[in-house]
């Protein structure tokens, strides 16, 4: 019994298909340019197939399926330029962490390099002018 029913649904389910394949496309519009599955006033039934051989259907896929894997390449290349985590829809506004990481190494040397100047003035005015120590200390008392 539950063969029997198996076979009918799959039966009544290619023929529902078959129609479905079946149905036929309207060209409607004054300049014939709107397709649809219900006739149209000024419209004509439209016989729409594909006329191509097989060879010709393998060779349209194959090369939609090469510009495809172009396609991905170009955006992944994109996406890498621009530093950007893909299908975010954002663009790389600002320095990336390791630019930012470079640009506070930079500054910290550079804040460094200025103490250590400020340090070597220091001790260079001190061994150089006692005689300026001395006289704004007499200015003070």
Known sequence: MTQLRLTLICFFAAV??????????????????????????????YAA?????AEEVRGARELASREQKLAMALESE??????????????RIGPTAEEREREIRRLQRLQRQ????QKLQ??????????????????LD
Do not use: E, H, K, Y
């Open 16 to 45: 529902w298909c078959g129609q479905a394949v079946a149905q036929p496309v309207w060209r409607c519009g004054t300049d014939g340019n709107l397709f649809s599955d219900r006739p149209c006033s000024d419209g004509q039934r």
């Open 49 to 53: 197939s594909d006329n191509r051989s």
């Open 78 to 91: 994109r996406l890498a330029r621009n530093d950007v985590a893909p299908g975010s829809g954002l663009m």
């Open 114 to 117: 200025q103490l250590q100047r």
């Open 122 to 139: 220091s001790q260079s005015n001190a061994r150089t002018s006692p005689a300026i120590d001395r006289a704004s200390r007499r200015d």
